[in-house]
């Protein structure tokens, strides 16, 4: 199942060319269905949405195209552009958003222990000596 972000980065034709085999696949799930051969019918739920996004991204463009704008000025390809330049910067790749908040975390944790001042190991010797002493 394509995500409408993934949608969106396809060229045109590459899209028409991805509909054409969506559409196929959906003819041939509904053959299965009427022959009674279709084990997964969720199957047909997500072929069927499949084919309403490209539409719809295709149809955005469309009217795009009618304004006289860029396909990069579309405001889906603008976030999509967007997220994919400060995933670049900072060296992510597709990552979701639970891999990012770990990754901050993990980065906050090593600021902080870098932050930390040093303990000596003559200093933590000499606070164990104190405490076994009563000091």
Same mark, same amino acid.
Request: no cysteine; charged share 40%; proline share 2%.
């Given at each position: ?17 991805? =509909?054409?085999? %969506? ?16 084990? !997964?019918?969720?199957?047909? !739920? !997500?072929?069927?949405?499949?084919? $309403? @996004?490209?539409? %719809?991204?295709?149809? !955005?463009?469309?009217?795009?195209? +009618? *304004?006289? =704008? ?5 405001? +889906?390809?603008?976030?999509? $552009? @967007?997220? @994919? ?6 060296? @992510?790749?597709?990552?979701? $958003?639970? *891999?990012?908040?770990?990754? $901050?975390?993990? *980065? #906050? ?12 190991? +003559?200093?933590?010797? #000499?606070?164990?000596? #104190?405490? *076994?002493?009563?000091?």
């Amino acid at each position: 199942m394509a995500t409408a972000a993934q949608i969106s980065e396809y060229d045109t034709d590459e899209l028409e060319r991805q =509909l054409g085999e %969506t559409r196929r696949e959906l003819f041939n799930l509904r053959f299965q269905l009427a022959t009674g051969q279709l084990d !997964n019918f969720s199957r047909m !739920n !997500n072929v069927r949405k499949d084919v $309403a @996004r490209m539409l %719809t991204e295709l149809r !955005n463009r469309e009217i795009a195209e +009618a *304004e006289g =704008l860029a396909f990069e000025q579309l405001p +889906a390809h603008k976030a999509a $552009a @967007r997220r @994919r330049t400060e995933d670049e910067a900072k060296g @992510r790749d597709k990552s979701t $958003a639970s *891999e990012r908040r770990a990754a $901050a975390r993990a *980065e #906050d944790e090593e600021r902080v222990a870098a932050e930390a001042p040093a303990v000596e190991p +003559a200093d933590v010797d #000499d606070a164990a000596e #104190d405490a *076994e002493e009563g000091h």
